[in-house]
């Protein structure tokens, strides 16, 4: 975090009440300056993909809205009537308290107001979420930490088949709602139930206090969530299955189902038929492309930056050398990733595919980055993984920008998904749509 | 009143321009009251996100091409960003300008620089803004964080002024000094007159420096038929263009909110006049505006001509839209004076305003000039109306909208999807604001017809979505949560 930004992407750690706005019927209460929610909706859901408010986002959510004399006096009182009101008000079956920077240095007791109205019975956590503890993905784990640590019960029964699925972040990653979907639909597959807990029909608050009951938590990411499943671990003894890479295309959604189902246990010959029938569906498809691919009219890319968060760039470059045959330039990995998981994200992209590597660089400034690229030997026409920061870029590599993480404001993004074989035929009709609508609309 | 550059930070709207942000009531009530300056704020126990001073800042500085902007703050202060610069480039396309990103750096403070200080990383953050963008200028803008573990912003921006040879200039603009967050308009104009502004070097007669944001194309030929040169300015604009807007004979805005401080602190230290009229929604109000301007250049009989053939141009269409709206109802959820511009412009079609809520209200400009007033004008022309004033609270304009039942609900900085949900068509007047002089007028009300005619997106999307808010809330006045006077 010693770096400066230029080109931000990830916002800070109260940008996670997008992560409380994706919990069905749940109410982000921010105790913060007045202008943090509405910056923080428009950096995250606006610019990435024009998501819309959610159910109670953007101009809803409840804020404190701090000012001078609250920073003098204090701010609880505040805290306690704003949260009355937002009780009357808004309807809502959980309510999310997220400090900020002002609250957390002036030092208000938040656990004590929130504790007052948990005493009464009322659903609401709180989560110190001060923007200067990291970025949203930070955040996303304070609020997921808050929730567990301060919400929900152990269980006697576990629930045969029930999966908890940690992967894309809520709001943060623009596909996240496509994504999750997809992965529910992948262990539907395999007999599972996936419990994805964020977006559309994910059952809210009880999807939560289900949590407990799920027979193991699977991490499809890189690093982001690893802390909550390893509390869930802790706290109620749940197993995890950490799959780092998120499944893209026919080779990795092949080897995902593989792996998740040879982790509950299940028939290897009903798992290879699933398989079987998925993969043929996905190249059956994938064959129209090939005469447009294998040509050479006009100029195709064949190498790729990735300039986006590790968990696309890792799941986007596996995609990418393993079922498209390209080859890998630098790999920006734009997040605030802790020390701790620095060299095992590097060894990941060491070992792409047998004998492909590619350099990866941890950094969120996006000086750094356009320095490094316009520094590099020159490719014709490279492909850019990115987002809408890298259009000059692009224009002076003579590169082809395909935008897929914050932000995204060259597209509407409603429920489609990178993730898994359908996911595939999405970013290889997204790649060739972007090289052809800039080649052939003469 | 007086403008003071010998200081970094801009006084506050509430001292000097009495601001609100809670008032329940009707437009000639406050006008009333507001003449005396007498109303008291009134602060409410409930409030949703508003917005602040450092995210209307960047409104400003952040769209002009060759200044950086360092934001000396947590990474999430830069939220607004991504955004800003998706206009900046929009903005530059359609002005015939270079299309570029916005030259910004966030000094991304970290806990331990809570603690520490962020000092150094503000100086590093100075200094690749300069390696990086080779701006005209720098300027550093404060936030919550960096204010409250008081870094000397003001002493380190004077330090590297020297060093580097431009000015750096500390705009003074943390959240927390105000709720009004217009105010982060007055700390970049304050940042503008203080530090780059010019005394003239020769004045130009026929320059009038035009406040606004990318309308230029809309009002360019006016000022041409004129002979006027338009100086587009704040944002958009260069450092240079800026440093000798002091040569202009005239300032004119798009909105009193946006150039208030602007246009009064350059009357008052290089005279270049404020031209004192309502701002040009309307046809009444464009009439004024440009006799003013008129009077202002001597070109009365010009101005006379311009009107005339103006005016007859979109007589046929304004005749066929007022057929279409006349009888439609409306209600009004933006800025104080945009908003009764709108509903100037309402009135010109035939609609019925049913009532608006306005974010903040001055009860006077820095240019204490009753000609500059808005709402007057408006009030004196086309009636009263139901007024509150709502700091962006939607949960009220919802509340409001509920009871109103408008056929259109027009809306600036409010999400329309709240409106959609209770099946009112809307749009946001915001990104393309087209609605200036007589021409305007039709761009606005073929907005609002093709808006109404075929309502069938909001209408399905009303059947299949519900709000955010409890029966209880849509059954209580729409201002029960505002408490009495702020300051007893």
Not at chain 1, 45 to 61: F, I, L, N
Not at chain 1, 198 to 227: D, R
Request: hydrophobic content about 40%.
């Amino acid at each position: 975090m010693n770096e400066i930004i230029q080109e931000p992407r990830h916002t800070c750690a109260l940008g996670a009440h997008q992560t409380v706005i994706s919990i069905e019927k749940a109410i982000p209460i921010l105790h913060a300056g007045p202008g943090c929610g509405s910056k923080l909706y428009r950096g995250m859901s606006q610019a990435g993909g024009y998501q819309g408010a959610g159910y109670a986002g953007s101009d809803a959510v409840p804020s404190s809205n701090l000012i001078e004399k609250d920073v003098v006096f204090g701010g609880a009182d505040k805290l306690h009537n704003l949260i009355e009101g937002a009780l009357l008000v808004m309807d809502g079956d959980f309510f999310v308290v997220l400090t900020s920077c002002t609250s957390e240095i002036i030092g208000d007791d938040v656990a004590n107001v929130v504790g007052n109205f948990r005493n009464r019975g009322v659903p609401i956590v709180y989560a110190e979420t001060a923007g200067f503890k990291g970025d949203s993905y930070k955040g996303h784990e304070l609020i997921l930490e808050a929730i567990i640590e301060q919400h929900l019960k152990p269980s006697d029964t576990k629930e045969k088949g029930l999966v908890n699925v940690f992967a894309s972040v809520p709001r943060h990653d623009p596909f996240w709602e496509g994504d999750l979907n997809e992965l529910k639909k992948l262990l539907s597959y395999l007999g599972l139930k996936a419990n994805i807990l964020f977006g559309y029909n994910s059952g809210g608050i009880k999807a939560f206090e289900a949590i407990p009951k799920a027979e193991f938590n699977l991490l499809v990411s890189p690093h982001i969530g690893l802390n909550t499943v390893k509390l869930l671990e802790e706290k109620f003894g749940t197993p995890y299955l950490h799959y780092p890479i998120l499944p893209i295309g026919g080779v990795e959604t092949s080897k995902f189902l593989r792996a998740v189902g040879e982790y509950a246990g299940l028939d290897q010959c009903i798992l290879e038929d699933v398989i079987k029938k998925k993969e043929d569906e996905f190249y059956h498809y994938l064959l129209r492309s090939v005469d447009l691919l294998t040509e050479f009219q006009i100029n195709l890319p064949k190498k790729f930056y990735s300039i986006v968060d590790s968990n696309y760039a890792l799941g986007i470059a596996k995609f990418l050398v393993n079922d498209m045959g390209f080859f890998p330039l630098g790999q920006y990995i734009t997040e605030d990733v802790p020390e701790e998981h620095k060299e095992t994200i590097t060894g990941y992209f060491n070992a792409l595919a047998p004998g492909i590597s590619a350099k990866v660089v941890f950094s969120q400034d996006g000086g750094v980055i356009n320095e490094d690229i316009l520094n590099s030997p020159r490719v014709d026409n490279p492909l850019i993984l990115g987002s809408s920061w890298e259009v000059d870029l692009a224009g002076e590599i003579g590169g082809l920008l395909v935008s897929v993480g914050l932000p995204v404001i060259d597209r509407l993004i409603l429920n489609k998904t990178f993730v898994g074989y359908r996911g595939g035929l999405n970013l290889v009709e997204d790649i060739y749509t972007k090289a052809l609508s800039r080649q052939r609309e003469y | 009143m007086s403008i003071n550059l010998e200081v970094p930070a801009v006084p506050l709207r509430e001292q000097r321009l009495g601001t609100l942000t809670g008032y329940d009531g009707d437009a000639k009530d406050l006008l009333g009251r507001s003449k005396e300056g007498c109303v008291k704020n009134r602060e409410r126990t409930f409030t949703q996100c508003g917005s602040c001073s450092a995210d209307q800042v960047m409104n400003l500085l952040l769209q002009l091409q060759d200044a950086a902007v360092v934001e000396h703050g947590p990474a999430g202060c830069s939220g607004d960003i991504p955004f800003r610069n998706a206009n900046f480039r929009t903005g530059n396309r359609r002005l015939g300008l270079k299309v570029h990103n916005v030259k910004y750096i966030n000094t991304n403070l970290s806990e331990k620089d809570t603690i520490y200080g962020g000092g150094e990383k503000l100086e590093r953050g100075i200094r690749e803004a300069y390696r990086r963008f080779s701006p005209k200028a720098v300027f550093v803008t404060t936030t919550c964080t960096s204010a409250i573990i008081g870094d000397d912003v003001e002493g380190i921006c004077e330090a590297l002024e020297e060093e580097l040879g431009i000015p750096i200039v500390a705009t003074i603009c943390e959240g927390f000094r105000t709720n009004i967050w217009a105010t982060g308009f007055d700390s970049a104009n304050h940042s503008i007159l203080r530090k780059i502004v010019k005394p003239p070097r020769k004045k130009q007669p026929d320059l009038i420096n035009v406040i606004s944001f990318t309308h230029r194309y809309h009002y360019e030929n006016i000022f041409e038929q004129l002979g006027l040169r338009a100086n587009h300015i704040v944002p958009f604009s260069t450092i240079e263009q800026l440093e000798h807007i002091s040569e202009a004979a005239a300032t004119v805005q798009y909105c009193e909110t946006l150039g208030s401080y602007l246009a009064a602190g350059l009357e008052e230290y290089y005279g270049v006049h404020e031209i004192k009229s309502p701002a040009p929604f309307g046809i009444k109000a464009t009439d004024e505006y440009l006799r003013e301007i008129g009077r202002v250049f001597n070109k009365e009989k010009e101005v006379e001509e311009v009107i005339a053939k103006e005016k007859e141009k979109i007589a046929p269409r304004l005749e066929e839209l007022r057929k279409d709206l006349t009888g439609k109802t409306a209600f009004i959820g933006a800025g104080g004076p945009i908003a009764y511009s709108i509903m100037a412009l309402l009135n010109d079609l035939g609609i019925e305003v049913l009532g608006a809520h306005v974010w903040h209200h001055d009860q006077r400009f820095d240019n204490d000039d009753q000609r500059l007033d808005v709402l007057k004008f408006n009030v004196e022309h086309y009636g009263n109306f139901k007024l509150g004033v709502c700091n962006k609270q939607s949960y009220e304009v919802v509340n409001a909208l509920n009871k109103y039942k408008p056929d259109i609900f027009i809306s600036r900085h409010m999400a329309t999807v709240w409106s959609a949900k209770l099946g009112i068509p809307s749009f946001l007047s915001v990104i393309e604001p087209s609605e200036m002089l007589y021409d305007g007028l039709i761009r606005y009300g073929e907005l609002i017809w093709s808006t109404l005619k075929n309502p069938a997106f909001i209408k399905n999307i009303s059947k299949h979505s519900k709000l955010p808010y409890t029966d209880w809330w849509f059954e209580q006045d729409t201002f029960s949560f505002l408490g009495g006077d702020a300051d007893e």
